[in-house]
Each structure stands twice: as structure tokens, then as C-alpha cells.
């Protein structure tokens, strides 16, 4: 919507926002996977400020979810990163992945009845 102006002015800040939040559920909602692409699309594609440890996470993030996993767009981030800012964006991209899995299904099934 906002990244295409459908309706709103485009912006691709207010974009990432929105996918950020879709992004910040567990691994089992629908469109969270699209929403983790995206944001990495949109550093990648320098559509956001250059923030390489940011590109860098959601690359990994994204990488990781694939089989075989897919570390092209992050060795694009990493060839302009210090050796801690790539220590930094594997911490964060670590800790989403742990912070972001699936539920368990009796959790979400109470979540349901509440």
C-alpha cells in the first residue's frame, strides 16, 4: 500500500514500518515470512537509509529460512561491515529468530479461546 502509493503517498519508511510490525509475530501467523522478505528487500535495495547491520539481520533472518539456506545479500552487506558490526547483526538476527518461532500449538489454541 504504502510502498506502492496505492491510495496513501508513497513511502517506503512508512512501508517498512508496517512490515516491521507484520515481521514482530511468531513464525506461525500468516505474512510474516513475506514481511521479513520484504524488509530485506527494501535494505538491499537501498530503498531505506544504509544501515548494513539492519540489511545484514533480515538478510540472515530470511537466509536462514531457506533450504539450502541463502547467504547471498548478506556477503553483499558484509563486504562494507567491520568484523563487530557483522558480530552485532548475527547477535540481532539470532535473537529474532529465537524470540520469533512458531508457538507451540496448545498455546495458540488458548490464545484462540481467550
Partial sequence: MYEAGEGVPESDEVAARWYRKAADHFSDV?????????????????????????????????????????????????????????????????DWIKRHKAQPQNVVARAAKN
Fill in 30 to 94: 500468516s505474512g510474516v515470512w513475506e514481511a521479513e522478505v520484504q524488509m530485506n528487500y527494501m535494505y538491499r535495495d537501498g530503498r531505506l537509509r544504509k544501515d548494513y547491520v539492519e540489511a545484514y539481520m533480515w538478510a540472515a533472518i530470511v537466509g536462514s529460512s531457506g533450504n539450502p539456506p541463502d547467504d547471498s545479500d548478506m556477503k553483499r552487506s558484509a563486504r562494507h561491515m567491520t568484523k563487530a558490526q557483522i558480530a552485532e547483526a548475527q547477535r540481532r538476527a539470532e
